[in-house]
């Protein structure tokens, strides 16, 4: 909708009335407004020199839109960042898995009469190896190793 002029030269644009004003600019300066005034989506290049004029005189809420735009792409890196670690985590569980499974096809049974004596022998082992991991783990991975070690008790 184009503005449409009184009598007086005040202007009526959006149900307020506007006077005119004229300055002038440097043609670099029209050319950089206009060249803007395209690229950021403006009905002209007055409705870019109103906003722009506003925004200077109510603190750039721009300034506010690039630290929420610097928010979203630092939240997206840290989600992406998760989800590697995520993979990483499944990784190394697939690791021990294949490990463990190995060792345990690997490794011969005792014969019979030495059995008692190698399983007493093996929790002994297993409870150092544990309290070992246990003294090296702090937060929430030493609560997990703890509902762990009484999940293997009970």
Not at 7 to 31: F, V
Not at 43 to 56: C, G, L, P, T, V
Not at 122 to 151: F, I, P, Q, T
């Amino acid at each position: 909708m184009r503005p449409e002029r009184a009598a007086s030269g005040t202007q009526y644009l959006e149900g307020r009335d506007m006077q005119l004003r004229a300055i002038r600019l440097p043609e670099q300066t029209l050319k950089a407004i206009e060249a803007a005034s395209q690229r950021r989506g403006f009905a002209s290049k007055s409705a870019f020199i109103r906003y722009a004029i506003d925004q200077e005189l109510t603190g750039r809420q721009d300034a506010l839109t690039g630290a929420e735009e610097r928010l979203a792409a630092s939240i997206e890196q840290v989600r992406r960042d998760q989800y590697r670690l995520m993979r990483m985590q499944q990784a190394l569980f697939a690791y021990v898995d294949t490990l463990a499974k190995t060792i345990l096809t690997c490794v011969p049974e005792p014969p019979p009469d030495a059995k008692p004596q190698a399983v007493a022998s093996a929790k002994e082992r297993y409870d150092r190896l544990l309290k070992s991991a246990g003294r090296g783990m702090v937060g929430e991975s030493k609560l997990a190793m703890h509902d762990l070690v009484a999940h293997v008790e009970g």
